[in-house]
Every structure is written in C-alpha cells, then in structure tokens.
C-alpha cells in the first residue's frame, strides 16, 4: 500500500446554516455514501472562545469578527470522519469556499446561499491538512 491510500480522520463542522436549513442528514449522507465512517458526532454550540481557537489563522482579517458571530449564532453539529485521504476528500466533497462559485455535486455548489451576508455561509467546514485536522480535532473532541 503507497502513502497515498493512508487512513485519515478529519474534523467536519455542519454550520449553523446547515442545521437552521435542516442539512444535518443531507450533509451526512453525503459523507456516508462517499464511503467514509463518522466516528464522532455532536450537536453542540460552540462558545467564542473555542471558535476563535477554531478559526485562528483568520484572527485580525476583516471577516474574523462575523465569523466566529455566526458560529455561534446557533447550535452545529460536529464530526471526525474517517477514510482514505478523507482530508482532501472532504473538501472536495464540501466544493469551494465560495458557493458562487462551488462546482455543482458539491455540497456547497449544490446546497449553499451565501450572497448578500457579512460572512460567507457555506454549510460546512473540513480541515484542510493533517497538521489542522489533528489541532481541530483535539479541540472539538479532546478525549479521542
Ligand atoms: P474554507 O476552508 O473553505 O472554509 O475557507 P477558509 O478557511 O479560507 O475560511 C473559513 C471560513 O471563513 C469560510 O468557510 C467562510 O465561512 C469564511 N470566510 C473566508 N474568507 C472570507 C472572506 O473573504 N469574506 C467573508 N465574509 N467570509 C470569509
Ligand atoms: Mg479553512
């Protein structure tokens, strides 16, 4: 087996647009049809403090401030799924950080409506390397 096939876990957060929208299955369909296997799963809202630990390469940017708003602004459900090369599958499962322009399949191309808002709501969040999925997922759920 090449380093390519590696099994990997990643942190997937359904925003509270998804849950407000009732997604929640949609998005998790998704994820269970791809092949990957949640391995943890919580509705929860998330405090700012965790957000911004969340989000901390995007403190001092112009969107900071709404973002970790809308996260907090309702509950969300978060998950570790488990695949192969299920960082990079996810987001490409997820589409594109902007729904304009998220190809069509993708959760975000398919499902998210993002325009006129202070802070892009694409439904969903996937960690976007090994190093950010380890950080995300011993913040989200310490005790895995
Ligand atoms: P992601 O990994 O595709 O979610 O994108 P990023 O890590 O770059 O950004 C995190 C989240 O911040 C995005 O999913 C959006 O919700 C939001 N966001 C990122 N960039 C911008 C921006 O330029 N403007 C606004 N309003 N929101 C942004
Ligand atoms: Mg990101």
């Known amino acids: 087996m090449t380093s390519t096939q590696t099994t ?4 997937v957060l359904i925003k509270p647009d998804g849950v407000q929208r009732s997604l929640v299955g949609e998005v998790l369909r998704r994820i269970e049809a791809k092949g990957y296997r949640i391995v943890a799963l919580e509705m929860r809202s998330a405090d700012a403090e965790l957000l911004g630990e969340h989000y901390a390469e995007h403190r001092g940017r112009p969107h900071f401030e709404p973002l970790v708003e809308f996260m907090g602004s309702g509950p ?26 998220a190809a069509p399949g993708t959760i975000r191309g398919d499902l998210a409506r993002a325009w006129e808002t202070q802070v892009i709501q694409n439904l969903v969040h996937g960690s976007d390397s090994p190093e950010s999925a380890a950080r995300e997922i011993g913040l989200w759920f310490p005790a895995l």
């Open 8 to 11: 990997e876990r990643t942190l």
């Open 76 to 101: 969300l459900v978060a998950a570790v799924v488990e695949g192969v090369r299920v960082i990079e599958g996810f987001r490409s499962l997820a589409g594109t950080t902007e729904p304009t322009t």
